[in-house]
C-alpha cells in the first residue's frame, strides 16, 4: 500500500498537466470539442467501408491513395483525404480507436486547427520522405528499394503518431512520449517497412516543430509550459479547481499488393 501515493504522485507528474488540459477542453466546449475527432472517425470509417466495395475501391484509390511513384502535385492534392484512408490489411477499429483517443486528446487541448496542422505536417513528413528515400535508392542512407513507389502511404496512423508525440511534448509527459517514439523505433528494427520509416518521419517533423517553438519561445521570453508545470499539478490535486490553465502558451490505390503493403504495428 505505500507505493501508492509514490505512484500517484508519478502519475501526477506524467499525466497532470494533460489531464487539466482536457478537463478545461471538456468544461469550455463540451462535446462540441470534439467535433474534428467525431469527423474524422466516421470519415475514416466510411472510408474502409467504401474501399471494400467492388465499386468502391478504385474511387478511394483515385481520391485518397498516395505513392511515391505519383506526381508531387498529385501526391500533395491526396494527401488530405489519404489522413483518413486505413490499411486494407489492418483490421480497422483499431485506427478508428487510434483517432479517437489522440485525436480528442489533441483537439480538446490544442484546438481544431492546431490538431489538424499537425497531423498534416506528420502525413505529409512521412509522404515526402518516401520519395527521397525511395531517390537515395537501397544503398543510400535512409534509402528505400524502388519498389516502395508503388506502395500507398501509411493513411491515418503517420497522423496519430505525430500528435502523439506533439502533445505529450507540450504537456511535459516526457516518458510517454518517448515510449511512443521507441515503439516506432522498436516497429521498424521488427519489420523494416515503409510504414515503419514514415512513422519515424512523421516522428523527426514534429520534434523539429517542437524545437522551433521552443526557441522562439526561449529567444521572446515566453514561459513555456514548463515554467507553468506546477500550477497544472496543483489544479489536479485539487480537483481541477485552480485558474491557471495548463495549455501552453499561445503564439504568434494502386491493385491490391497483399499483407506487406502497409503493415504496421502501430
Known amino acids: 500500500m505505500s507505493r501508492l501515493p509514490a505512484l500517484r504522485r508519478v502519475a501526477v507528474r506524467e499525466w497532470g498537466p494533460l489531464v487539466t488540459a482536457v478537463r478545461r477542453g471538456l468544461a469550455g466546449r463540451g462535446v462540441r470539442g470534439l467535433a474534428l475527432t467525431a469527423g474524422a472517425v466516421a470519415l475514416t470509417a466510411t472510408v474502409q467501408l467504401t474501399q471494400n466495395q467492388a465499386w468502391g475501391y478504385r474511387p478511394v484509390q483515385t481520391l485518397g491513395a498516395v505513392r511515391a511513384e505519383d506526381p508531387l502535385w498529385l501526391a500533395l492534392l491526396r494527401t488530405p ?6 490499411a486494407l490489411d489492418l483490421p480497422v477499429w483499431g485506427a478508428l480507436a487510434q483517432i479517437l483517443l489522440v485525436f480528442g486528446l489533441a483537439e480538446l487541448c490544442l484546438g481544431r486547427w492546431r490538431t489538424l496542422a499537425v497531423a498534416y505536417l506528420a502525413t505529409l513528413a512521412g509522404t515526402l ?23 500507398v502511404d501509411t493513411g491515418p496512423s503517420a497522423a ?16 510517454t512520449g518517448a515510449l511512443v517514439i521507441l515503439a516506432m523505433v522498436v516497429e521498424v528494427l521488427v519489420k523494416d517497412n515503409l510504414a515503419g520509416r514514415e ?12 524545437r522551433v517553438r521552443e526557441w522562439r519561445g526561449r529567444r521572446h521570453g515566453t514561459r513555456d509550459l514548463g515554467a507553468g508545470g506546477s500550477g497544472a499539478l496543483q489544479d489536479l490535486g485539487d480537483g481541477g479547481s485552480g485558474t491557471r490553465s495548463g495549455a501552453p502558451p499561445m503564439r504568434s490505390w494502386n491493385f491490391r499488393r497483399g499483407p506487406a503493403q502497409r503493415t504496421s504495428w502501430w
Open 199 to 210: 512513422h519515424l518521419a512523421a516522428v523527426a517533423a514534429v520534434l523539429v516543430v517542437c
Open 81 to 86: 483525404l489519404s489522413l483518413f484512408v486505413p
Open 129 to 151: 520522405y518516401a520519395r527521397i528515400g525511395v531517390a537515395l535508392g537501397p544503398e543510400g542512407f535512409l534509402g528505400l528499394p524502388a519498389s516502395d513507389a508503388q506502395v
Open 160 to 175: 496519430v503518431v505525430g500528435l502523439a508525440v506533439y502533445v505529450c511534448h507540450q504537456w511535459r509527459a516526457r516518458f
